[in-house]
């Protein structure tokens, strides 16, 4: 039987996204996620945020699926099982493959609470106005705070225009609006799915 390991990775992939035009992708190994910045003019910034974090909750559903499929046959292969001491050791690891699956599950669970952290709520109201918007999801719309949302989203030389202020709350209605600066860590606890 192979031995259980679980690896915490304090900075796993530092993505840095200085523009639009710095894409990243995502890649599983096998052993934890990869990450490359790739050049991608087309991508929003907005989208960028987003591709990052979804390609690693993909990776973590894969995982998971795994996992519990092992789980079943390992079960089914128990409950066929005469002999006590093989038995005993399926049984063993199942119970690891369960508690690698719930710690999967967590970290998902946790990586899809950062990706939304990093966007203001969703504004489903009608106003076309990025002030009262912004009020209606519980943002006091400062200068200095419409200033930082612009910057956030590369919308550059903020100045308050109407074309501006719609960019905002299009990207504010669509769930998009970031309300963080785009360097995003991802930080992830890669974990020896081999049981």
Sequence with gaps: MKKFNKIMCTALAALTIVSSSAAISSSF???????????????????????????????????????????????????????????????????KGKYIIKELKDERKQTIANRDAMFYKKYTGNTVSIVDALKAIGVNPTTATLNKIAKYNEIANYTGTAAQNTKMLNLLKKGKLLRKQAAVILVATIINIDF
Excluded: H, P, W
């Excluded at 991608?40 to 795994?66: C, F, G, H, M």
């Excluded at 089914?76 to 063993?92: G, I």
């Design 29 to 95: 190994t096998g052993t934890g996620f990869g990450t490359a910045i790739t050049a991608d003019a087309a991508k929003s910034i907005q989208d960028e945020v987003l591709d990052s974090y979804n390609k690693i909750i993909k990776d973590y559903d894969k995982r998971i699926s795994k996992c519990e499929a092992k789980c079943n046959d390992l079960a089914a292969m128990a409950s066929k099982e005469t002999n006590a001491q093989k038995k005993r050791e399926l049984n063993e690891r199942i119970k």
